[in-house]
DNA sequence: GTCCAATTACTCGGATATCCCCTGTCCGAGTCCACGAGG
DNA sequence: CCTCGTGGACTCGGACAGGGGATATCCGAGTAATTGGAC
């Protein structure tokens, strides 16, 4: 059991892109900033794209930026666009399987080893859904000093490659 | 994110072999009782072995058989033993890269996203912590009817391809 | 000076290879049970 | 009748292929800004 590693990505951007909701960022800034592969990145943001949570505007000066406030996107928001919606416990009944199957109408209610596993499942997306990406900003403000998150976001805004 | 399809198995193994603790039950048996591939199964009770959950008799009679009582075996001590100790988030602190780095004596905490995440973990291995192998079998007993499980057992016990 | 249109440069988007881990399998090492010969 | 040794069959254990999804990449579709000329 492992997530993608785009899930770190995603949660990233989406948390520099809070700060300053003006303007579009493209994919290669992001990818610069964070010195990760451009192309890859931007997979993970049509993820993102496609379940509503940023938008894209195509053509000179387009890019990337959130669709909503930072409050109203939860952490399991950005993990289930990457990662998906399915569960990852998949019960295959094997209860129902065998010389001792148990009865299809005696299965009606989840066997009791996925329940358990369900709800363990939903507590970890309970604390996902409790933070939102507000939260995470905020902690990193308190963290890494007060402006270091608008310092990131004034590199995106500038000219890209003068310095370099 | 998926798990290995190898917890499933071994839960409801570790289950069955709850009743009844005297006589090791072969890998082969399991396999037929629950219809699946009886080589893959033998590589997943392995691992469990391997941790400690269960102990090999080798030789004639022999087979598996629970190292201990089945309260003190959670949930989540099947879980690891098949999916290994490895957090399912892994921060690679791309915090520290690209041009707007932070620098390294300022990252002596974790990541405020991987806080997040891990404490979402904690919270999903915390609800398997709370389950043991004897919760899971008596809420079996009580969904699937008071003598399943111990039916299931006496057909392990059996002598094997009788009625085959 | 103003308007318009073609050009251009920059962006996203989906289709395409590559690699690694999970799935699934096999044969060899090890051990207990059974049986038979000898005392 | 008891003991011991040998054989056999059954078990686990680790080493060996195959497949699917994540990783990583590329080129084409689309759009806004620019720029040049005409009025």
Do not use: N
């Not at 990662?83 to 299809?104: H, K, L, N, S, Y």
């Amino acid at each position: 059991m492992r997530l993608s590693g785009g899930v770190e990505w995603a949660l990233h951007c989406c948390v520099v892109l809070s700060r300053g909701v003006e303007e579009p960022v493209p994919v290669a800034r992001l990818a610069e900033l964070y010195d990760v592969s451009p192309t890859y990145l931007a997979k993970h943001l049509q993820s993102l794209a496609a379940d509503g949570l940023i938008e894209s505007v195509r053509g000179k000066r387009g890019g990337y930026r959130l669709t909503r406030s930072a409050e109203s996107i939860t952490v399991l928001d950005v993990v289930r666009a990457i990662e998906g919606d399915g569960a990852a416990f998949v019960c295959t009944e094997i209860r129902q399987r065998g010389p001792c199957a148990a009865a299809a109408e005696d299965c009606q209610r989840a066997c009791s080893i996925a329940r358990v596993m369900i709800a363990a499942e939903e507590a970890w997306r309970s604390a996902l859904r409790d933070v939102s990406i507000r939260d995470v900003a905020d902690d990193v403000d308190r963290v890494a000093g007060k402006g270091a998150l608008t310092r990131m976001r004034s590199w995106l805004a500038a000219a890209p490659s003068i310095g370099a």
